[in-house]
T-cell receptor, first 115, second 109 residues
C-alpha cells in the first residue's frame, strides 16, 4: 500500500499564529489527497479534497480562507491553519487513495494545540 | 442524507469473540471499509467488502449485506492489543468515504 508521511506529529502554537502541516505520499503519485479533522471521541470529518495543480474542494462549513490548502506536486499537499484559535485544536489527518474504490492510506496525523 | 451508525462502545473479555455492527445509508455504494484506530494515532486498514458475504482475514472477519445496508466486523480470540476504536466507512457514488463515529472496544482480562 501507499506510504503517507505527515509532519509535524504534534504542534503547540499561540492563538493568532499560523501553522503549516505537510502531507507527503512517499511511493505513490497522488493527484488527490484528503484532509480530515477529528475531535476527541468523534468521527473523522472531511475538511477538503486537495487536487494537484488546482484549487481544493472544501466541505460545507469549512472556511477556505482559514484552512489554506496547497497541492503543488503529485507527492505533497500542505494545510495551513491561519490565525489559529483554541477551538482549532484537533487531530488533523491526511490520506490518499489508490484507485477509486480502494482503501485510504493515512498519514500519522498531527495533534494541534492552540494556546 | 448519508449516515453511518455503529455502537459507541463495547466491552469484551480477552480470548472471546466480539461482533461490531454497522448500518449505512449512502448515495450510491462502492464498498464498506473497516479501520482500527488506537488513541492518538491514525486509522489503519482492516478490511474491504463490496460484494455480499463474509471476508475472513486471520482473527478478523467482515460481513456485508448490501440489501440491508449492514456490515459487521467479527474479532476472534481477542487480545488486549485489540483495545481500540473500530471505524466503519462506506464509499458513496463519488468514491468519497463516509465515516461512522467509531466503536470503542474495551478488552478486559
Amino acid at each position: 500500500g501507499a506510504v503517507v508521511s505527515q509532519h509535524p506529529s504534534w504542534v503547540i502554537c499561540k492563538s493568532g499564529t499560523s501553522v503549516k502541516i505537510e502531507c507527503r505520499s512517499l511511493d505513490f503519485q497522488a493527484t488527490t489527497m484528503f484532509w480530515y479533522r477529528q475531535f476527541p471521541k468523534q468521527s473523522l470529518m472531511l475538511m477538503a479534497t486537495s487536487n494537484e495543480g488546482s484549487k481544493a474542494t472544501y466541505e460545507q462549513g469549512v472556511e477556505k480562507d482559514k484552512f489554506l490548502i496547497n497541492h503543488a506536486s503529485l507527492t505533497l499537499s500542505t494545510l495551513t491553519v491561519t490565525s489559529a484559535h483554541p477551538e482549532d485544536s484537533s487531530f488533523y489527518i491526511c490520506s490518499v487513495q489508490g484507485d477509486m474504490n480502494t482503501e485510504a492510506f493515512f498519514g500519522q496525523g498531527t495533534r494541534l494545540t492552540v494556546v | 442524507g448519508q449516515n453511518i451508525d455503529q455502537p459507541t462502545e463495547m466491552t469484551a473479555t480477552e480470548g472471546a469473540i466480539v461482533q461490531i455492527n454497522c448500518t449505512y445509508q449512502t448515495s450510491g455504494f462502492n464498498g464498506l471499509f473497516w479501520y482500527q484506530q488506537h488513541a492518538g494515532e491514525a486509522p489503519t486498514f482492516l478490511s474491504y467488502n463490496v460484494l455480499d458475504g463474509l471476508e475472513e482475514k486471520g482473527r478478523f472477519s467482515s460481513f456485508l449485506s448490501r440489501s440491508k445496508g449492514y456490515s459487521y466486523l467479527l474479532l476472534k480470540e481477542l487480545q488486549m492489543k485489540d483495545s481500540a476504536s473500530y471505524l466503519c466507512a462506506a464509499m458513496d457514488s463519488n468514491y468519497q468515504l463516509i465515516w461512522g463515529a467509531g466503536t470503542k472496544l474495551i478488552i478486559k482480562p
